[in-house]
């Protein structure tokens, strides 16, 4: 089934909240319980819901052979919110206590938004545009957390323009620039921790050294400032569960410098760096028991420290798949040269394939994040063991020539208009591609499976709290 404006039968509120039928959703939302009441509207978001027993697999190889029946060779994602689904519900049974805030740099996308905003998660937004399209989107300024240390002053005169005010902070600058237009803001103050075991890495840029908190706390308390809370991020592809524990160690030892300069800290922030695909090297579970027994030790329940966490990857990374489209090709003998009737047997044969998707795009991860280093493309077909394969080098589309996918890459021959598709493409993918070279942006298509669109339908956000 195609583009929804929800014709499910038994949809109910989430049927009438869809597009062209903005009257009937604001009808349901009069008589329906507001703990289901959500921002599911459909319009912007192009849905597609899939029939019964279809899955995203389907879906792609009938987007493909649409896009091929006319022409078009676009790259695409399809985001499958079934994933994002299960995802929130994991998180959930595992961190019962930490409410996660989306960070909304990670992955943009209307649908995402949307969903996690029905879902009833809150959102960590870095700048004005971030909090713009957050609000864009039915996010109430209460559901946000500015949670950049180093903001422009008009940023911040926005967020308090907007009723955003929370924020994060690591500086006597950022103190002064604060008190300077938004003295009701409640602060969070960003500590560094020990990420040494992340693959990116963020204390070196952001957060506040344990030595100096005692003295940010006192300045903020002669500005006239709240400060309640503390955040930390410990590096996005964390790689060991032991650094929230140490983390959350330090923020307690904060907590309590606090107590001593007046302050009665009610929020603590665990930031992201969970795993976002099936395949990391560490479990969600795990990180979850870590930080669960370092809450229980840090931040009892007794305590009534409200604990909220900015997962970004561990929401989308695994949602969305990437399909691309080769757009030329060459075939190259190996330390030799380029020659176009290299033998097909030649044992240095290297083909070269040309995406229409590639690092400046789609893929900008693989120069700038090292938590995602390498992707592993694939065809939409069986390779069986008997096709001949060769050595291939996969490009991106732009004159660089540091747009290169993968080399190395062992595959049967392509041509011309097949096409590769790439999973675990949600995370710091859609919202920093660029048109560079006049290369189209991929076009997302959010799909979901009708069993979800009916949990999603009746889920509860009161679960959450
Ligand atoms: C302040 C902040 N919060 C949250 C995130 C999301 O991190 P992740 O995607 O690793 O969960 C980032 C990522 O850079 C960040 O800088």
């Not at 996005?236 to 009665?264: H, N, P, W, Y």
């Not at 009892?300 to 990857?313: F, H, L, M, T, W």
């Amino acid at each position: 089934m195609s583009l929804l404006c929800c014709l499910l039968a038994g949809c109910t509120l989430f049927s009438a909240l869809c597009k062209n039928n903005m009257a009937a959703a604001a009808a349901a939302a009069a008589t329906t319980n507001e703990s289901v009441m959500n921002v599911w509207y459909l319009e912007n978001c192009n849905i597609d819901i899939l029939d019964s027993g279809k899955t995203v697999k389907d879906f792609i190889d009938s987007k493909t052979k649409k896009l091929d029946s006319v022409g078009d060779e676009g790259p695409f994602y399809v985001a499958n919110l079934d994933n994002i689904f299960k995802r929130h519900l994991r998180w959930l049974t595992n961190l019962p206590r930490v409410k996660p805030f989306y960070a909304v740099k990670c992955n943009n996308e209307a649908a995402v938004l949307r969903m996690l905003s029905a879902l009833g998660t809150g959102f960590d937004c870095a700048s004005k545009g971030e909090i713009q399209r957050a609000l864009s989107h039915g996010v109430t300024p209460d559901k946000i957390i500015y949670a950049h240390t180093t903001k422009p002053l008009s940023h911040i005169k926005y967020a308090r323009a907007h009723g955003v005010n929370r924020m994060t902070f690591d500086s006597e600058e950022e103190l002064l620039k604060i008190s300077l237009c938004h003295t009701k803001a409640k602060l969070v103050l960003r500590i560094a921790v020990d990420d040494s075991d992340s693959l990116l890495q963020l204390s070196a840029k952001f957060g506040a050294k344990l030595a100096s908190v005692g003295k940010l706390l006192e300045r903020a308390a002669e500005l006239g400032l709240e400060v309640i809370g503390v955040s930390f991020h410990v590096g996005s592809g964390c790689t060991e569960s032991g650094a929230f524990k140490q983390a959350i160690a330090d923020a307690r030892s904060v907590f309590d410098m606090g107590k001593l300069r007046g302050f009665q800290m009610t929020l603590l922030d665990i930031g992201g760096g969970f795993p976002g695909r099936e395949d990391f090297q560490i479990k969600f579970e795990e990180f979850s028991e870590v930080i669960n027994g370092a809450l229980e030790e840090y931040f009892p329940p007794d305590s009534k420290v409200q604990i909220i966490a900015e997962p970004g990857r561990y929401y989308v990374d695994s949602a969305f798949t990437l399909a691309a489209n080769i757009i030329a090709k060459r075939a190259i003998l190996d330390d030799v040269g380029e020659h176009n009737d290299v033998e097909k047997s030649s044992p240095d044969r290297v083909m070269m394939y040309y995406l229409n998707d590639g690092v400046y795009g789609s893929l900008s991860f693989l120069i700038n994040d090292p938590a995602h280093s390498e992707v592993e493309p694939y065809l939409n077909r069986t390779v069986e063991s008997s096709e001949q394969r060769y050595r291939s080098v996969i490009w991106g589309p732009t004159c660089d020539s540091i747009d290169k996918v993968i080399d190395n890459f062992w595959i049967p021959e392509l041509h011309v208009g097949d096409w590769l598709f790439v999973d675990n493409m949600g995370a710091y993918s859609v919202c920093s591609s660029t048109d560079f070279n006049g290369f189209e942006r991929a076009q997302v298509y959010p799909v979901v499976t009708t069993e979800t669109w009916h949990a999603l339908n009746n889920f509860d956000i009161n679960n959450i709290h």
